[in-house]
């Protein structure tokens, strides 16, 4: 029994002698426990996302210069300004009169459109790519297949609903251009 209480003095001797001597060591020297990873720091961005439609501003008055007076420089700058900003609204319009138009000639094209009661009855279905240009007063030419709906005959009605849908509108005067080229997709799907 002497033997076994012998054992745990000495082990509880030990262990307190061991962390009095390491804690006073571990005082004494500057052990530092960081680690060489280096700090980081989260950034959260915040993207905004621009509206679908230009906003609309109202302009004032627009100054002009006497020939004997000379602009000061912050008013070239403003008048920088305000004709990068017209720029800028040009081609907004530009691109949301093209968008509009686009949709009136697929709008025109989808009323035209015939499935024909023969690839019907044979139960053909596939679409058909094509892509075609409208000219300026409206009239349609080099229409072609850009990917075949698997039928022939179909790629051939799809390119007869083209023609059955022009002429169409001229292209507006906002757009900026003599000649659109439009890709359109024509579906044949029994229903």
């Not at 001597?21 to 020297?29: C, N, Y």
């Amino acid at each position: 029994m002497a033997s076994k209480h012998t054992v745990i003095y000495s082990f509880v001797f030990s262990l307190t002698v061991h962390v009095v001597v390491l804690g006073a060591f571990g005082g004494l020297w500057d052990v530092s426990l960081k680690s060489d990873v280096p700090e980081t720091n989260l950034v959260e961005l915040e993207r905004t996302i621009p509206a679908s439609l230009p906003e609309i501003k109202v302009l004032g008055e627009v100054q002009k210069l006497v020939a004997d007076q000379k602009p000061e420089e912050s008013d070239l700058q403003a008048q920088d300004i305000q004709e990068v900003s017209e720029s800028i609204d040009s081609k907004n319009e530009a691109q949301e009169a093209m968008l509009r138009y686009q949709d009136m000639i697929k709008q025109k094209i989808e009323s035209c459109r015939k499935y024909p009661s023969w690839a019907q009855r044979r139960k053909m279905q596939g679409s058909t790519c094509l892509e075609f240009t409208v000219l300026s007063d409206g009239t349609c030419k080099n229409t072609r297949v850009v990917a075949s709906s698997g039928h022939k005959s179909l790629d051939k009605e799809a390119v007869e609903n083209i023609c059955r849908a022009s002429p169409f509108l001229p292209i507006p005067a906002q757009v900026y251009q003599d000649s659109v080229t439009i890709r359109v997709v024509i579906m044949f799907v029994l229903s």
